[in-house]
Every structure is written in C-alpha cells, then in structure tokens.
C-alpha cells in the first residue's frame, strides 16, 4: 500500500518525538515540510493559465489544483523540493509539444469541435490528449528561498535547463542520452555554458524499502493531494497525485501519474523521493512502466433487454490495482539518482 494502515500521532506525541507543529505543516530534523491545498482552478484562473503557458493548447485537464503545493526545505542549506499542479501542467505541455500523443488517440482527439480548436489556435493536431507528464518536481540550489508556485527556480525538469540529468532527459536509453551530450560538447560530466544538474546517478543500495515498508514505524505527519484530473471524456482516466509521509528517522514522497486508456493500456510514471535524516543526500527514484488492457467488450444494441448500463468496474483496473500489476513487469524505464544537500 502507498501509506501503511498506522495511526497518525496526536500533537503532544509529535512535540516528545521532537517534531515542531507549523501552520501549515510540521518541522523535523532540520526540515520543514509545508503543503496547501484548495479547490480546483476558476473558469477565470484556467484562462490566466493557459495564458501563460509556452504553447496554446486546445484543452486542459477537468480537474485542475492549482491551489495545491508541497515543499520541503533543508533548512541548513536552504535547499527546497517544490511541488504543484502548475510545473505538472508546463511539463505535460513541453512534452505534449515535442512528443505529441505518442500513437495514443481517444475519443476526445477525434471530435471536430477540437480539431476546430486546434486550428483556430494554430496547434499542431498530434497532441498528447491523454495530459500524461513526467514531471517530478522542482529543485532549487542552496542558499535560495523557495517561493509557492515559483518556475524559476533551478530544476532538471525546467524547460530552460541545458543539461539535464539522464532521468530528467527524455531518453530511454544511456546510450542515446550520452550521444546527446556529445552532440552538445559536454565533456567530463559538463555541458559548455550549461548549468549542471546537481542530481547525479545513485550507485549504493537505492531507497530503504524495508523501513518504509515497516509497520511499527509512526507516521508523524502525511499528505495527499491531487494535482490534476481528466477522465478523457470517459475514456479512461489521467491523474497526478502527490503523497508524503514523515516517520521519526525518514521522509518519502510518491508523486505518480496514472494513466488508464479503457480497452488499451495503463501507464505509471513514478518518482519516489526518500531521505534518512542524518544522511548527506536525498534519493530519487523514477519509474515508467505500462501494460496493456483487453479490448472493451462490444456495447449490446440501444435498447435490448440485456445490455448492460455501463462498462463493469471490476473489468477497469483502479490505480493501485494497475501498480500492483505493472511492478511485475519490467520497467520502460528506470533510474536512481542521489543529490547531495
């Protein structure tokens, strides 16, 4: 399970564990972890966003929170992590942009009234319908101030980076992404007038899964929120969720992108965050994974006796249902990666 069935700690026990009460979350072991969370966007607030983006998009996800944010910040060096559904949204658009829908067609992409969109706007009609993103958050170097909501801040997954990292570059393989680098006159470890990625590839033993995995373990402090939701005009389902959970001697965020294309496939794009305080480094872990769904059953003809109302939800697999299964597959693509606080 994402969270483990244990009770969460009332506030007199979180002070003798030595963990602080903030306004808007709690302090631990040098670190502040902060999160908000509210309704999704306006009708007025989604037209300032789509203002904003680098590329005009047809469509948005139904469900956008943009009130949603999580933060962590290291407080002797001032490094934060930042999370929310506006840096989901700037990576699904870039990605969109350059890679389109990857093959991937639902009903919505075939509508006339979005293909009208689409060319009243200008945009290309290869378009990532299904909103999938690989985002996994942002990274700001020491010494700086995170500020909510801020892209500005340095980050493997910014679109002005020059030299990410290759969990962070769109590659599947090493070798391409090496070959990439060459191509950009990158030479021992740095790309010419590039800003380097501080995160750098993990070679020890990866996340401690056996401690996360404890159950005698409490958990001082937890969040869920949503970043966004569509459910591709009832086609299937694309969600990004963001989970932390702080225990006495750890942290570890889930943040994952859930896709489920009914009759076709499933699709998970993790990144698991995990830091044991007193260590020097925080971990990171990413993971794409598919498999494919059997074909919808044929709808009965309108009308006959026996036709079922809607598809049975025990055929469409829920998200932790697709996890299980696609954790036994082998991955399309998976990396570790260390940064050093």
Not at 5 to 24: I, V
Not at 81 to 90: E, L, P, S, T, V
Not at 253 to 266: C, F, K, N, S, T
Not at 269 to 296: M, N, Q, S
Request: net charge neutral.
């Amino acid at each position: 399970p994402l969270v483990a069935s244990r009770r969460l700690m009332k506030p007199g026990e979180l002070e003798r564990l030595g963990c602080t009460l903030l306004p808007n979350g709690v302090q631990l072991n040098g670190w502040r972890f902060e999160s908000e969370s509210g309704p999704i966007l306006s009708t007025r607030e989604l037209e300032a966003l789509q203002e904003s983006l680098p590329v005009a998009v047809p469509s948005l996800p139904d469900a956008i929170f943009g009130h949603n944010r999580l933060t962590l910040t290291h407080e002797a060096t001032r490094r934060a992590f930042h999370f929310d559904a506006n840096g989901a949204i700037r990576r699904w658009v870039h990605e969109s942009a350059h890679k389109g829908s990857g093959g991937l067609r639902v009903a919505t992409a075939s509508y006339g009234s979005w293909q009208e969109a689409a060319d009243k706007m200008g945009v290309a009609t290869d378009y990532d319908w299904t909103f999938s993103t690989d985002y996994c958050g942002t990274t700001s170097p020491p010494g700086a101030s995170p500020v909510a909501g801020s892209r500005s801040v340095s980050s493997g997954r910014d679109e002005g980076a020059v030299r990410p990292s290759f969990i962070e570059s769109p590659f599947c393989t090493k070798v391409e992404y090496e070959a990439w680098r060459r191509a950009r006159g990158c030479e021992g470890g740095a790309c010419v007038g590039a800003q380097q990625s501080d995160w750098r590839e993990h070679k020890g033993s990866g996340l401690d899964m056996a401690l996360l995995r404890r159950r005698d373990v409490p958990i001082l402090h937890s969040v869920d929120i949503p970043l966004y939701e569509d459910d591709l005009d009832d086609n299937g389902e694309s969600m990004v969720r963001l989970r932390l959970r702080v225990m006495p001697s750890c942290f570890f965020i889930l943040l994952r992108h859930a896709l489920r294309v009914d009759g076709l496939l499933i699709r998970h794009h993790d990144t698991r965050i995990f830091h044991k305080f007193g260590t020097p480094h925080v971990l990171r872990a990413c993971r794409l994974a598919e498999a494919p769904l059997a074909p919808l059953p044929k709808p009965h003809p309108t009308g006959a006796p026996d036709a079922p109302n809607a598809i049975p939800r025990a055929s469409l697999p829920n998200e932790n249902q697709a996890a299980e299964k696609l954790a036994m597959i082998p991955p399309k693509r998976e990396s570790i990666e260390e940064l050093l606080l």
